[in-house]
């Protein structure tokens, strides 16, 4: 079975920092990888994907994969106590996601 | 906007009971998905469909099966309801090479 894994949280840190999360993977042959974020009670909603290695930049995201490794991460900048929320690493278009990690950003 | 509608937010059925859970999206999108959401399981794979009467096993398929007569219609079907299925259970739809977007969920309860 195809597996993705993500750090166990939850995971805190004080408002203005860095967050990191990260994601491994084990189907060597996924082209696609995909962060989304669920607030509590709501449903996950995109924030960023990525295709290549490297990084993506979308404002204060960065998502970084490295498929040789096969890891991708998204990293939080300025974290913003808004940011709390669970964050799921989902890979290729059939799905399958990570059991997802809560950040919690505190003031 | 992609909207993806389930029928209901919040259910309560009793064991043994057949349970009908629709989601229909507005965007014309090939393919859809069913999944449900358990604390510290995270999402999990029920069925997908890639297209009309089209359907494909996800990761945990036992006790459920799925309809899809129209494009736009996805069904989940819990047979008899067992008090194990109780969970969250989240709509997806998406273009072939796109991301998802998912339905608001519907909390079902089996007592």
């Known amino acids: 079975q195809k597996e993705v894994e993500q750090n166990s949280g939850p995971l805190s840190v004080p408002e203005g920092a860095i967050a990191s999360l990260n994601c491994t993977y084990s189907?060597?042959?996924?082209?696609?990888f995909f962060w989304y974020r669920q607030y509590s009670g709501k449903s996950p909603e995109l924030i960023m994907f990525?295709?290549?290695?490297g990084d993506k930049e979308d404002g204060r995201f960065t998502a970084q994969l490295n498929k040789a490794s096969q890891y991708v991460s998204l990293l939080i900048r300025d974290s913003q106590p808004s940011d709390s929320a669970t964050y799921l690493c989902?890979?290729?278009?059939?799905?399958?996601f990570g059991a997802g990690t809560r950040l919690t950003v505190k003031p | 906007d992609v909207k993806v509608t389930q029928s209901s937010r919040y259910l309560v059925k009793r064991t043994g009971e057949k349970v009908f859970l629709e989601c229909v999206q507005d965007?014309?999108?090939?393919?859809m998905f069913w999944y449900r959401q358990d604390p510290g399981l995270g999402l999990r794979l029920i069925y997908f469909?890639?297209?009309?009467?089209?359907?494909e096993k996800g990761d945990i398929p036992e006790g459920y099966s799925v309809s899809r007569e129209k494009k736009e219609r996805f069904s989940l079907i819990l047979e008899s309801a067992s008090t194990n299925q109780t969970s969250m259970y989240l709509c997806?739809?998406?273009?072939?090479?796109?991301?998802?977007?998912f339905g608001s969920g519907t909390r079902l309860t089996v007592v």
């Open positions: 469909s890639y297209d009309v009467k089209m359907k």
């Open positions: 989902a890979v290729n278009y059939d799905m399958r």
């Open positions: 965007m014309d999108h090939e393919n």
């Open positions: 990525i295709y290549s290695n």
């Open positions: 189907d060597r042959g996924s082209q696609s």
């Open positions: 997806a739809s998406s273009f072939s090479d796109s991301s998802y977007t």
